[in-house]
């Protein structure tokens, strides 16, 4: 009996370990170096932009993709409009703070989602898109740091345990440049730690408003072979009409 209940203490404490918290210091400073993340890039405010997405798939021809972004990352308003291809043309997303609504031009109706949605059959969800940097201290805890390298740079090694329902992963594991706080890779795994997907940000470009994560990979860690490939051009840091961030916005495009 004395056995038993060793064992079962022992998996407890080890179970209660997989989800501790770091200290209350390293879990401030992880959270300013997640939000310095966001800091740097050139979301600020508006801005509006063309995203392309190329998913590739073992037997299946490549498929292309493409949305246009406009968000206002001070209020957490957000419309996508699909641009591409012509049969889904239309099809847009409208985010007001924590309310999320998919619309389909062909009924003309809307209804409620999820930021966890994907993008048509990418590996891109609503959640990437997303540039609100209050979203990591709303969303998330920390459940580990670590100082370490990632090729040539020295990274800091941040990994976040989701504490609400709205994150698309319950873990993610964030490799972030030392020098600039740039994000180069994310692993995300599901709630039994099994690694779901990773995404690589190989290349970034500076412009006056900060810097612009122009290429980035992702990849089904379940479905070997499966992978998105994103890529940013058109930004636009110009002041958005409000009329953008509306369902009437969306039923007028069609």
Sequence with gaps: MKKIILTFLLGAA???????????DIADKAFKIMENTEDILAYHGDYSA?????????GKPRENLQYKIFQRTDDKLMTLVQ??????KGVGYLRDNENIWSYDPISRKFSHTSIKEALGDSDVKLDDVDQAKTKWRENYEVTAYEEGTLGKFAVDIITLTAKT???AYAKS??????DIPLLLKEED????????RTILLPKYAKVPAGYVATQ???RDELNKGEQTQQVISDLTFD???DRIFTKAYLEGLN
Excluded at 50 to 58: N, R, Y
């Design 239 to 241: 002041k958005l009409p």
């Design 50 to 58: 063309t995203m392309s997405l190329v998913i590739d798939k073992p």
């Design 189 to 196: 795994f599901s709630g039994s730690d099994r690694l779901m």
């Design 173 to 178: 594991k964030y490799y972030i440049r030392k």
């Design 14 to 24: 080890v179970f209660a370990s997989g989800f501790a918290q770091v200290s209350e």
């Design 165 to 167: 329902t709205d994150p």
């Design 216 to 218: 980035a990979i992702m």
């Design 83 to 88: 641009l591409f291809p012509e049969a889904d």
